[in-house]
């Protein structure tokens, strides 16, 4: 699929329903019904520190750093909608952040070799370019700068519950493009890439990986009570992923 149609499909969608989506999966969460940033403590002390958000919707996660004593905040997002409410929200909560309109995987004047942590929450599927993507991510970074990324686990796109059974709907090795419904009745274009993949882009570069969490929140699974099917999903298998990687 071309990727030009891709960018202009998904930046349609998110230009027309961002205040559906304002302060949805922001740190400290990193996926719903998944572990949070204060359970696993993967930024450690950002305090003085120079980050990057790709893909930072809303701004809520640039406000959580900020809040923890970030001393730069960046955010790269490719609508112009959700840019204009984190501008909003960020100066309605005494910050400022330089934000830059553009697809992750184009060059967009971000500097080099400048961020000592860049991240990215449940927004990095949406490249069309992951390897690009991860190489460019890497530039940005000092060395030994950190970059953190969560995203959908792509079993949770092949396997359905049904009762106490996990049924597979879609072939875990398919990352062809396809159409998403969204909330309402809207559509984007997503793929589902294999953990190899990212594990091996992020190799390629130039990075190696610090940790890679699969975990439902905690409170999840020891729930017991009023189990909906997605929390009993959640239960059984994990509905997102999160890596830690360190430049090199």
Same mark, same amino acid.
């Not at 559906?20 to 696993?40: I, K, N």
């Not at 520190?49 to 809303?58: D, F, N, T, V």
């Given at each position: 699929?071309?990727?030009?149609k891709?960018?202009?499909?998904?930046?349609?969608?998110w230009?027309?329903?961002?205040?559906?989506?304002?302060?949805?999966t922001?740190?400290p969460?990193?996926?719903?019904?998944?572990?949070?940033?204060e359970?696993?403590?993967?930024?450690?002390?950002?305090?003085g520190a %120079? &980050? /990057?958000e790709?893909?930072?919707?809303?701004?809520?996660?640039?406000?959580y =750093?900020?809040?923890h @004593?970030?001393?730069e905040?960046?955010g790269?997002?490719?609508?112009s909608?959700q840019?204009?409410?984190?501008k909003?929200?960020?100066?309605e909560?005494?910050y400022?952040a330089?934000?830059?309109?553009s697809?992750?995987?184009?060059?967009?004047?971000?500097?080099?070799?400048?961020?000592?942590?860049?991240y990215s929450?449940y927004?990095?599927?949406?490249?069309?370019d992951?390897?690009?993507?991860?190489?460019k991510?890497?530039?940005?970074?000092?060395k030994?700068?950190?970059?953190?990324?969560?995203?959908q686990h792509?079993l949770?796109s092949c396997?359905?519950?049904d009762?106490d %059974? &996990? /049924?597979?709907g879609?072939s875990y090795?398919?990352e062809?493009?396809?159409? =998403?419904?969204?909330? @309402?009745?809207?559509?984007?274009l997503l793929c589902?890439?294999k953990?190899s993949t990212?594990i091996?882009?992020l190799?390629k570069a130039g990075?190696?990986?610090e940790q890679m969490?699969?975990?439902?929140?905690?409170?999840?699974l020891?729930?017991?009570?009023?189990?909906s099917r997605?929390?009993?999903?959640?239960?059984?298998l994990?509905?997102?992923f999160v890596f830690?990687?360190?430049?090199?």
């Amino acid at each position: 699929m071309n990727n030009e149609k891709i960018h202009e499909v998904n930046k349609d969608y998110w230009n027309t329903n961002t205040d559906q989506w304002f302060g949805v999966t922001a740190l400290p969460q990193y996926g719903t019904l998944f572990a949070t940033e204060e359970e696993l403590n993967l930024f450690g002390n950002v305090k003085g520190a %120079k &980050l /990057l958000e790709i893909g930072c919707g809303s701004g809520h996660s640039l406000k959580y =750093q900020g809040d923890h @004593g970030a001393a730069e905040l960046w955010g790269l997002d490719m609508s112009s909608s959700q840019l204009e409410n984190a501008k909003k929200y960020l100066r309605e909560n005494n910050y400022t952040a330089k934000l830059i309109c553009s697809p992750m995987e184009e060059e967009c004047g971000i500097p080099k070799d400048y961020f000592d942590f860049v991240y990215s929450i449940y927004a990095i599927g949406w490249t069309t370019d992951l390897e690009n993507t991860f190489v460019k991510i890497a530039s940005y970074l000092k060395k030994d700068g950190i970059f953190i990324f969560s995203w959908q686990h792509p079993l949770h796109s092949c396997v359905s519950i049904d009762e106490d %059974k &996990l /049924l597979f709907g879609r072939s875990y090795f398919d990352e062809a493009w396809f159409t =998403q419904p969204m909330p @309402g009745e809207s559509t984007a274009l997503l793929c589902s890439r294999k953990v190899s993949t990212y594990i091996n882009a992020l190799s390629k570069a130039g990075f190696v990986i610090e940790q890679m969490v699969e975990q439902t929140h905690s409170d999840i699974l020891n729930k017991i009570e009023e189990v909906s099917r997605k929390i009993k999903k959640a239960q059984m298998l994990p509905l997102s992923f999160v890596f830690k990687a360190r430049k090199l």
